[in-house]
């Protein structure tokens, strides 16, 4: 199983960036997808988790009206669309395969892409 996210970049406060994890070596259809993020000197924070088979979406107060998740089964690809980013947001986001549990937990996670970094800067 692998998984490669990609997008990232520096972006100016107030920008959008759209972030892609594309998926191998699963039933890309059976399985929910989160994205988290870890900043320096910071524990790793679950943004957001997408569920496969129906598009239910997961997404914590703390970027809910920000941040969007979305699927393309055709590309195995997940995407984690963000607005009005701010420099808080700067962090390296990883994408992860949900395994059981609570959707917030990095323990509920199995496998995980290497990291995209993002910066917002002005």
């Known amino acids: 199983v692998q998984l490669q996210a990609s997008g990232g970049g520096l972006v100016q406060p107030g920008g959008s960036l759209r972030l892609s994890c594309v998926v191998s070596?699963?039933?890309?259809?059976?399985?929910?997808i989160g994205w988290f993020r870890e900043a320096p000197g910071k524990e790793r924070e679950g943004v957001g988790c997408?569920?496969?088979?129906?598009?239910?979406?997961y997404i914590p107060d703390s970027v809910k009206g920000r941040f969007t998740l979305s699927s393309d089964r055709t590309r195995n690809t997940v995407y984690l669309q963000m607005n009005r980013l701010n420099p808080e947001d700067t962090a390296v986001y990883y994408c992860?395969?949900?395994?059981?549990?609570?959707?917030?937990?990095?323990?509920?996670?199995?496998?995980w892409g290497q990291g995209t970094q993002v910066t917002v800067s002005s």
């Open positions: 992860a395969r949900f395994s059981g549990g609570r959707y917030k937990s990095v323990r509920s996670y199995d496998y």
């Open positions: 070596g699963l039933t890309f259809n059976d399985y929910n």
């Open positions: 997408i569920s496969i088979s129906d598009g239910t979406t």
